[in-house]
């Protein structure tokens, strides 16, 4: 069964950098695509940014060249970083996997992706 565990949330300021992290419990990581959505209060859970197995990447338009996600396959792990945060950027996020090892990209949808973490909390003061 696949776990998936986030950290790296917290409190900061208007233009300051946090990272996220999601590690993955299995063995078959390195097959699995991944991406960070993410849900504000009131609001439908959104696509971030997402990473296939083999390190294509795809992106929500609101992330703007400030988000950048990585993955470490030898450290089941995948990154967010993110940088510039805005007060808008302040929501819960989440890390999902996807096991598709056929298909070249990763889904932006949730609804294609088969496990989820339990979320980090994100806040950004202006």
């Known amino acids: 069964q696949v776990q998936l565990v986030e950290s790296g949330g917290g409190l900061v300021q208007t233009g300051e950098s946090l990272r996220l992290s999601c590690v993955e419990s299995?063995?078959?990581?390195?097959?699995?695509?991944m991406a960070w959505f993410r849900q504000a209060p009131g609001k439908e859970r959104q696509f971030v940014e997402a990473?296939?197995?083999?390190?294509?990447?795809s992106y929500a338009d609101f992330v703007e060249g400030r988000f950048t996600i990585s993955r470490d396959n030898a450290k089941n792990t995948v990154y967010l970083q993110m940088d510039n945060l805005r007060p808008d950027d302040t929501a819960i996020y989440y890390c999902?996997?996807?096991?598709?090892?056929?298909?070249?990209?990763?889904?932006?949808?949730?609804?294609?992706?088969?496990?989820w973490g339990q979320g980090t909390q994100v806040t950004v003061s202006s």
């Open positions: 299995g063995s078959t990581f390195s097959s699995y695509n």
């Open positions: 990473i296939s197995h083999s390190g294509a990447v």
């Open positions: 999902a996997a996807e096991f598709s090892p056929t298909r070249r990209t990763a889904g932006v949808l949730a609804t294609d992706y088969d496990y």
